[in-house]
């Protein structure tokens, strides 16, 4: 069931060993009304894929775009969206949360 | 995360034990903690609390922030019995998250028109109980009020170490289960993990209210600390 998270990871291993880049965004923190709770989660491979969610569908599209760096890069990153945030007023959480997600990627040494 | 954390990680899942991994938001250093390693773990306090509620959050360690993402398995419910209270607490286990389970060997109990949607198996205990796997996830009740289903249900359910266990019954049928269930070999410390009467004291009176009264049971053993643990969250505290 994948709002039970479980095929979002089975698929994150899954692309890994076909070979495809593949990174992990986990909602680490919340606050006010997030979505989503914190260890919920995206998966992401290098075609731009991604299966699960870490919002409501507000901010995936920048996660993903953010995933895809660090997919390249190798190098975690920590992005944080929410009404009070500048820079994510056009991803904003419209529900006027605030949320942490961790990407990183999947297979790093 | 390392492709070899991540293969553990789903191996655990699909084994259905819980496992946390612990990751440093800094620097994205990793490790992952299996069920059976908390106890022995320096963080001991706060992930057993953490997999206690099944919630994964950010604490401070060390100056560090440290994110615990908690795998816990999707609970179980296996009501034994499908019977009128049963048709009401299905749909309510279901809507708790719970994958539920029926088993009733009578063919006119165990009905699909008596439970859509829930899956349902008309079979003896002894044939339904062993392939459902049930495990330490799974609340199981026993409500049919007939010896010969209910009593070989719960045996099994005291091998499977489920974290909650209840039957219907006042304690003047509970009283005598118990004698049964010790003459079939249980233990006393088997008979005490039985909840029974089954389910809060809510003064429940319609099947609906029962179940209430069941989930409202089955939640606080899920949810509150045992006794053990509520001294070291104490100690921590302080």
Known sequence: ?109 | MKLETLTQVNAERAARRPVIVVTDVANGDQRLVKAKDIATDPLSAELSKQLRMGKSGTIESGGKKLFLNVYAPTARLVIVGAVHISQALAPLARSLDYDVTVVDPRTAFASPERFPDVPLIAEWPDVALPPLNVDHYTAFVAVTHDPKIDDPALLHAFERDCFYIGALGSRKTHAKRAERLKAQGASDADIARIHAPIGLSIGAVSPSEIAVAIMAEITAELRLPKEGEKQTAKVQAA
């Not at chain 1, 923190?29 to 969610?53: K, M, Q």
């Not at chain 1, 599209?61 to 969206?81: N, R, Y």
């Open chain 1, 1 to 109: 069931m994948l709002n039970r998270d479980e095929d979002i990871l089975q698929a994150a291993e899954n692309w890994q060993k076909a070979g495809h880049g593949v990174a992990l965004a986990t909602v680490v923190e919340t606050w006010g009304s997030a979505p989503r709770p914190a260890g919920s989660s995206l998966v992401i491979n290098d075609d731009g894929t991604f299966l699960g969610s870490v919002s409501g569908g507000c901010v995936e599209g920048a996660v993903v775009t953010e995933a895809l760096d660090v997919i390249a890069s190798g190098k975690p990153k920590m992005l944080e969206f929410g009404v009070a945030d500048e820079t994510a007023w056009n991803v904003g959480l419209s529900c006027g949360g605030t949320i942490r997600v961790f990407v990183e990627k999947v297979g790093q040494s």
